[in-house]
């Protein structure tokens, strides 16, 4: 029984390109089950994409949004030698950047997720609770350090890029249903340079995650929640 639900991590994340065929749940006896249970699904337009075969969303009616961070890649060039001035990135990133980063991203998930026509957001579990947890890896910047930018113009065509990590979990059991990885650059549209500041800095930053928050939300009303 594949009910609806499989289709939903891997359509969520459907930011670019297309697909030729649906995405389908690969339960066939080569297929490679995760330790914890999860049949990955063929053809999808995320990165990766997992889910269980026996899960249907029309059982929950709500959502409780987790954010488990974000892991910076280690290293970065610091932006105080002509070497690292130089080098294009990636540039180390400050702690007050780190938590700004953070921040944006909380809140463009929440905010998108609130628009849901079918899932109330909630911060307490419960049986019809849906619990999302989103987590960001590998986030690199190419956002020179501001000692650095403030010596001249700045422009870039990306100012980073990492990869979300996105769980739909029960949340009451913690029982994983699906899990998906999409890794995406922060940047415009056909790469085209734009002059470097924070602001514009920060908008990028909101469009890219707005944009999978606003996608899983879209899939989730497809496929979940429960009418009225």
């Known amino acids: 029984m594949y009910g609806k639900f499989f289709v939903v ?3 969520a994340l459907a930011i670019t390109g297309c697909s030729t065929s649906p995405p389908t749940l690969d339960t066939s006896a080569e297929a490679e089950m995760t330790f914890d249970g999860l049949y990955p699904v063929k053809n999808s337009r995320a990165d990766k994409a997992w889910a269980r075969a026996d899960v249907d969303l029309t059982q929950y009616s709500k ?3 987790e954010s488990v961070g974000a892991e910076y890649r280690p290293g970065g060039a610091s932006g105080t030698t002509l070497k690292s001035r130089s080098s294009g990135g990636p540039y180390e990133i400050s702690e ?3 938590a700004r980063f953070e921040s944006i991203m909380r809140e463009e998930f929440l905010k998108e997720l609130g628009k849901s026509k079918h899932f109330a957001i909630v911060s307490e579990p419960g049986p019809d609770v849906l619990l999302v947890r989103v987590a960001l890896l590998d986030v690199v910047s190419y956002v020179p350090p501001e000692p650095l930018a403030a010596r001249s113009e700045v422009f ?5 890029e990492a990869t979300l990590v996105l769980e739909l979990r029960d ?3 913690d ?3 699906a899990r998906a990885m999409d890794r995406r650059a922060a940047e415009k549209g056909g790469g085209s340079l734009s002059y470097s500041n924070p602001v514009t ?3 990028e930053v909101s469009r890219l995650v ?3 928050g606003r996608l899983l939300t879209e899939r989730l009303d497809q496929y979940g929640g429960t009418t009225e």
């Not at 870039?156 to 980073?160: A, D, E, F, R, W």
């Open 171 to 173: 949340s009451i059991t």
């Open 175 to 177: 029982a994983i249903l």
């Open 9 to 11: 991590v891997a359509a």
């Open 96 to 98: 007050a950047n780190k």
């Open 210 to 212: 707005r944009t999978w």
């Open 63 to 65: 959502i409780m949004l």
């Open 201 to 203: 800095n920060a908008a």
């Open 156 to 160: 870039l065509s990306s100012v980073g």
